[in-house]
C-alpha cells in the first residue's frame, strides 16, 4: 500500500481536529485521537496480511507540510508567532492573527488539496521536526516494523514557490543540493532508528519534465543511493506514466521503483529490456488506488506474470496512495445490493493485494476462491442490465454537429437584447449563505424528522427570501440561491439515474474537509427535471430574469467516481444530454438565462501535454452539448473558479458561451488581456469581489477593478458579479459587498 486513508473511518479526525481549533479540545485529546487512529491503521494493515506497511502516512493536516515542517521550510511570518510546533503547524495551514496561510492548490490530477511550501534562498534546510521517526518509533512499539514515507526531494522542489522577495531568478530547486544532506541526514538517523525501507514519493515525474529536472532526478538519487548508512530506498511515481523518469531511476544505486500500472498502464510494454531494472525490486501498482471498482484479479495477475523475471523481485500494491478512495464499503447501507458487490473501496483493496501477492507467491491454487469470486463480480458487472440503458447509447450515437452547436454570437446577441440589461449587468455566481436554518432543514428530512412537503415549503420561503434580498439590492439577473443543494454535484448525482451516493464514502479534500464523490456505475439518464421547480419558483417572485443554475458535465464527471468501461468521453457526453434535456426544460418553463457551471474543467487535464488536445476536445464538446440546444435568445452563462488559466484558455473560448464568470479579484483583472489575446469576444464577469475572504470590498475598490477591467473589454461585454459563489459566506457580509458592488457598478455605468 503506498498510502492509506488518515481522517478516520468516522471521520474522527475531522471532529478533533475542528473540536482543537474552536477551542472544545485539548492538544492533548487531538493528539490521542490521532495516536488511536495511527494504531488502528498500521493493526489493520497487518493483520490484513501486508508484508510491508506504510508509516508516515497520518497527517494533522497535509503530507507536503509534512516535509515542509520536518525539513524547517517554516516561513518568518509563522515561526515569529511564537506558537508551539502544532500551533506553528495550523498557521501555516490555515493563517493566523495577521500571517497568511501557505498557498493551497490541488495535488495533481486529484481533487486533493495540499499546501504549496514557500522557498527563500535562505531556507535552512536541516532535519528540524522528528515526526518521521517518532511515528517509525510508535509502528515499531505497537509491533509492527513499518516504512517510512516521505514526499521525494524532487517533488516537493518542485512543487514549491520561491518565497516572496526571492530574486526572479531564483527556483527552489536550485536549493537542491542543501535539501538532500537534509534527506541524508533523516535517512541515517531512521536507519539507526531501525527502519528497513523508507518509500520516497515522486509522482512530479508523471508530468512532463524538462531535461533539467530530470538531471536532478538522477543526481538526487545517485547521492541518496550512494550513502553508506541508510535503509533500502522505495521510489514511488504514480498518476501516471513516468516516462523518461523511469529509465533514469532504473540506473540509480535505489532498490526499489512503484510504478502506476492503472493509470500508467503503458509503461507495462517498456519495462521490459529496461536497463538497471534487474537489480531492483518492481512494485506493481494493479490495484487502481483512485477509483472504486473492486479489480480484475485476473486481469492484473496475467500482467504481473509478464512482470516476473524482469526485475529482481516482483511486488504488487495499489497504483497509489488510497487517499483518494473511502475506508469501507461494508459501511454502505444505502447502495443497491448488486452495485455495491461491484466496489472496492481501502479496506477492500487491501485484500485485493493481498490475495494477488499471494498468488504470485504460492500460484493460483492457493487463492482460487477469490479468484473466482473477482472473476463472477466483473462478469456480472460486464452484463448488468442496470448499467446499460439503450435509448441513452442510441442518442449518443445520434448526435451530429448541429448539437454542438448554436447560431453566431451576433445574431445571439441581437436575440437576447430583449432580456433589457443595462450595460455593466451585475449578478451573482448562484449559491447564497447556507443558514444553519437550511442546513438543520436538510438533516431533519433524513433524519425522518420533518416530511417532503414541510422541506420543501422551508426551501421555497429560504428561496423567496434569497430573491428578495436581490430585488432590494438591486442586482439585474438573480439566482434562487441554491439552498437545496447539499452540494454542486451530489445533488445532481442524487436526481439522475446511473449514480449511487453513499453514506460515509468520504474522501479527505484538504484539511479537515472532505467530500463524498457520488459513484457513476451505468449510463446517465435523468428520470425527470431536477431544477426547474425552484427555478421557475423564483422567476415567478420578479419581473427581473431569474438565471437558472447547473452544474456542468465535465464538474460532474471530475468530482465523482466514475466507470472505467468505456471512455471518459462517451460517459461525459451522456452527462451532457441529461444537462441538455435540463436546460431545455430549464427554458421552456420561461426561464431565459442559465449557468452551466464548469470549475473542474482545469482539473482533470490530463499531466501530460501530449494528452492535452484530445480531453480538451472531447470537454468542450461535452459542454458544447449540454448548452446549445435553446434558442438564440436563450443566454448561456458558465463560470470557472480561477485565474490560473495558461493551457485551458482556448477551450474557454470555444465553451461558446454567452457570458463567461471567473476568478480575478485576486489578480486585478490580468485574466481579461489573456482572454483578448487568444480572441474572445463575448460577455466576461472578472470577479470583483473575493469571495474567499470575510473581508468587505469597498465602492472604489470595485469601481477601480471595473476600470481597470474595461481597458481590456468593451462596457457592452463585462458583467460585475462576485469571484464565485457565497454559500460559505454569512448573509451580513454578503449584502455588505453585495450593496458596493451595485453601487460601483451604478457609478461606472453613470461614467460611461
Ligand atoms: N453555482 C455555484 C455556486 O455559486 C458555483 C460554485 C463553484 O464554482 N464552485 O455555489
Ligand atoms: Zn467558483
Redesign the pocket.
Known amino acids: 500500500m503506498l498510502g492509506y486513508p488518515r481522517i478516520g473511518p468516522n471521520r474522527e479526525l475531522k471532529r478533533a481536529l475542528e473540536d482543537y481549533w474552536s477551542g472544545r479540545c485539548d492538544e492533548a485529546h487531538l493528539r490521542e485521537v490521532a495516536r488511536e487512529l495511527r494504531a488502528d491503521t498500521w493493526r489493520a494493515l497487518r493483520d490484513a496480511g501486508l508484508d510491508s506497511v506504510p508509516s508516515g502516512t497520518f497527517s494533522f493536516y497535509d503530507h507536503v507540510l509534512d516535509t515542509a515542517v520536518t525539513f524547517g521550510a517554516v516561513p518568518e511570518r509563522h515561526a515569529a508567532l511564537g506558537l508551539g510546533p502544532l500551533d506553528t503547524y495550523f498557521a501555516m495551514a490555515r493563517g493566523a492573527d495577521s500571517a497568511a496561510p501557505l498557498e493551497m492548490t490541488k495535488w495533481f490530477d486529484t481533487n486533493y488539496h495540499y499546501l504549496v511550501p514557500e522557498i527563500a534562498p535562505d531556507t535552512r534546510f536541516r532535519v528540524a521536526d522528528r515526526i518521521p521517526i517518532e511515528q517509525y518509533r510508535e509502528a515499531a512499539a505497537a509491533g509492527v516494523p513499518a516504512r517510512p514515507v516521505l514526499v521525494g526531494p524532487l517533488t516537493f522542489l518542485l512543487l514549491a514557490k520561491p518565497a516572496a522577495g526571492s530574486p526572479d531568478s531564483f527556483r527552489p530547486l536550485d536549493k537542491l543540493d542543501e535539501l538532500l544532506d537534509a534527506y541524508a541526514e533523516l535517512l541515517g538517523e531512521l536507519h539507526s532508528a531501525g527502519a528497513e525501507w523508507v518509500q520516497l514519493d515522486e509522482p512530479a515525474f508523471a508530468a512532463d519534465r524538462s531535461p533539467a529536472e530530470l538531471d536532478a532526478l538522477r543526481r538526487a538519487y545517485h547521492r541518496l543511493g550512494g550513502l553508506a548508512r541508510r535503509p533500502d530506498l522505495l521510489v514511488a511515481g504514480y498518476f501516471g506514466d513516468l516516462g523518461e523518469a523511469l529509465d533514469v531511476l532504473a540506473v540509480t544505486p535505489v532498490e526499489a521503483i512503484a510504478v502506476d500500472l492503472v493509470a500508467g498502464r503503458s509503461q507495462v510494454d517498456r519495462l521490459p529490456g529496461l536497463p538497471g531494472l534487474q537489480d531492483k525490486t518492481l512494485v506493481a501498482g494493479l490495484v487502481d488506488g483512485r477509483n472504486v471498482w473492486r479489480t480484475d484479479l485476473d486481469d492484473a495477475l496475467s500482467t504481473a506474470a509478464t512482470l516476473l523475471g524482469l526485475a529482481g523481485s516482483v511486488a504488487v500494491s495499489t497504483s497509489c496512495s488510497l487517499l483518494h478512495v473511502p475506508y469501507d464499503v461494508e459501511a454502505e447501507a444505502g447502495i443497491d445490493p448488486r452495485v455495491k458487490s461491484w466496489l472496492a473501496f481501502a479496506v477492500q483493496k487491501v485484500r485485493e493485494v493481498v490475495v494477488l501477492g499471494r498468488a504470485l507467491r504460492e500460484g493460483r491454487d492457493a487463492v482460487a476462491d477469490d479468484l473466482a469470486a473477482a472473476r463472477a463480480i466483473a462478469a456480472d458487472r460486464a452484463e448488468a442490465d442496470l448499467v446499460r440503458d439503450h435509448r441513452v447509447q442510441a442518442r449518443l450515437k445520434s448526435l451530429r454537429p448541429q448539437h454542438f452547436r448554436r447560431a453566431d454570437y451576433a445574431t445571439r446577441r441581437v436575440a437576447q437584447e430583449s432580456l433589457r440589461l443595462p450595460p455593466l449587468p451585475t449578478t451573482?455566481?448562484?449559491?447564497f449563505p447556507q443558514t444553519s436554518e437550511v442546513r438543520r432543514a436538510r438533516a431533519a428530512l433524513r433524519r425522518g424528522r420533518i416530511d417532503r412537503a414541510t422541506y420543501r415549503q422551508r426551501m421555497r420561503d429560504e428561496i423567496e427570501h434569497v430573491v428578495r434580498r436581490q430585488e432590494e439590492l438591486g442586482l439585474d439577473v438573480l439566482?434562487h440561491g441554491?439552498p437545496e443543494?447539499n452540494d454542486?454535484v451530489q445533488y445532481f448525482a442524487e436526481h439522475l439515474g446511473g449514480f449511487a451516493c453513499t453514506d460515509h464514502g468520504w474522501v479527505q479534500s484538504y484539511g479537515s474537509r472532505c467530500v463524498r464523490p457520488p459513484i457513476l456505475y451505468g449510463d446517465v439518464s435523468r428520470p425527470e427535471p431536477i431544477t426547474v421547480e425552484w427555478a421557475t419558483h423564483a422567476q415567478r417572485l420578479t419581473t427581473k430574469p431569474v438565471k437558472g443554475?447547473l452544474?456542468g458535465p465535465v464538474?460532474i464527471l471530475a468530482w465523482s467516481f466514475v466507470r472505467d468501461d468505456q471512455p471518459l468521453a462517451d460517459t461525459a457526453a451522456q452527462i451532457a444530454l441529461a444537462i441538455r434535456d435540463e436546460v431545455r426544460d430549464l427554458e421552456a418553463a420561461g426561464i431565459r438565462v442559465v449557468?452551466v457551471?464548469e470549475?473542474a474543467l482545469r482539473e482533470l487535464l490530463p499531466l501530460r501535454a501530449a494528452e492535452h488536445r484530445r480531453y480538451l476536445e472531447w470537454a468542450v464538446n461535452a459542454f458544447r452539448l449540454a448548452t446549445s440546444g435553446v434558442a438564440d435568445s436563450t443566454q448561456i452563462h458558465t463560470?470557472?473558479?480561477y485565474s490560473e488559466f495558461g493551457d485551458v484558455i482556448e477551450a474557454i473560448a470555444a465553451l461558446d458561451a454567452d457570458v463567461t464568470s471567473i476568478e480575478a479579484a485576486r489578480s486585478r483583472m490580468e485574466v481579461l488581456g489573456d482572454l483578448a489575446a487568444v480572441g474572445f469576444a463575448r460577455g466576461v464577469g472578472p470577479g470583483v469581489y473575493d469571495i474567499h475572504s470575510p473581508r468587505v470590498p469597498e465602492v472604489d475598490e470595485i469601481a477601480s477593478l471595473l476600470r481597470a477591467a474595461l481597458a481590456a473589454v468593451p462596457a457592452e461585454r463585462l458583467w460585475v458579479n462576485p469571484d464565485?459563489?457565497?454559500?460559505t459566506r454569512g448573509y451580513p457580509e454578503v449584502e455588505a459587498a453585495l450593496e458596493n458592488l451595485v453601487r460601483a457598478a451604478a457609478q461606472v455605468r453613470a461614467s460611461l
Open positions: 451573482t455566481i448562484g449559491s439566482v441554491e443543494r454542486m443554475m452544474t464538474t449557468q457551471d470549475p463560470h470557472l473558479c464565485c459563489g457565497l454559500k
